[in-house]
């Protein structure tokens, strides 16, 4: 069965960075896309951008450009995504979220359980 | 930016339809997903490409899409839909609306 497990919660002060990791497994990896989606405490969805498996294309939201980083190792089956410069309002549930399909980068089918950074000094 | 509308909340009774909406310009030639999201649940997506249903999700989840306006129909309501639901469609990079909090009375 896919499952994609992500690392456990942070605490970082302002202008820090943080890198947040999500095995998969039960599929193969390179053949699907990873979004990656973060939720402030009560808010609602927010797409971040998503990473191809394959060849490591990458496509940000306009707002993070810059201060994020997204990367797959495909020996460990294992993608990443890097955010620099951490402000109060990056505090968030981050989650990453599996393509249903191949070559499509929405619909996400399979998600990980979510990782809450907490920025504050 | 591509900007997607939806009502902060709807309420229904047991066993009535509730229908949720996302607005967005020409959102008819786009294609729509939504998500179910429980409290300290990862989201679930329940309808993809306007119409269809991912395996597991009952018929009574359904999809629509047209003009400016797409439409998330639950019929015959039951207090485990009591949830938030987001719609998410591609337009050079992923939107999601601002979720709607639909409550089973």
């Known amino acids: 069965q896919v499952q994609l497990v992500q690392s456990g919660a942070e605490v970082k002060k302002p202008g820090a960075s943080v890198k947040v990791s999500c095995k998969a497994s039960?599929?193969?990896?390179?053949?699907?896309?990873i979004s990656w989606v973060r939720q402030a405490p009560g808010q609602g969805l927010e797409w971040m951008g998503w990473?191809?498996?394959?060849?490591?294309?990458?496509n940000y939201a306009q707002k993070l450009q810059g201060r994020v980083t997204m990367t797959t190792d495909t020996s460990t089956s294992t993608a990443y995504m890097e955010l620099r410069s951490l402000r109060s309002d990056d505090t968030a549930v981050y989650y990453c979220?599996?393509?249903?399909?191949?070559?499509?980068?929405?619909?996400?089918?399979?998600w990980g359980q979510g990782t809450l950074v907490t920025v504050s000094s | 930016s591509y900007v997607l509308t939806q009502p902060p909340s709807v309420s229904v009774a047991p066993g009535q339809t509730a229908r949720i909406t996302c607005g967005g310009n020409?959102?008819?030639?786009?294609?729509v997903h939504w998500y179910q999201q429980k409290p300290g649940q990862a989201p679930v997506l329940v309808v993809y490409?306007?119409?269809d249903r991912p395996s597991g999700i009952p018929e009574r989840f359904s999809g629509s899409n047209s003009g400016n306006t797409a439409t998330l129909t639950i019929s015959r309501v039951e207090a485990g839909d009591e949830a938030d639901y987001y719609c998410?469609?591609?337009?050079?990079?992923?939107?999601f609306g601002g979720g709607t909090k639909l409550t089973v009375l």
């Open positions: 979220a599996r393509d249903m399909r191949y070559s499509s980068s929405v619909p996400s089918y399979y």
């Open positions: 020409n959102i008819g030639s786009k294609s």
């Open positions: 039960g599929y193969t990896f390179t053949s699907y896309g």
């Open positions: 998410q469609v591609w337009d050079s990079q992923g939107v």
């Open positions: 490409d306007d119409s």
């Open positions: 990473i191809s498996a394959y060849n490591g294309n990458t």
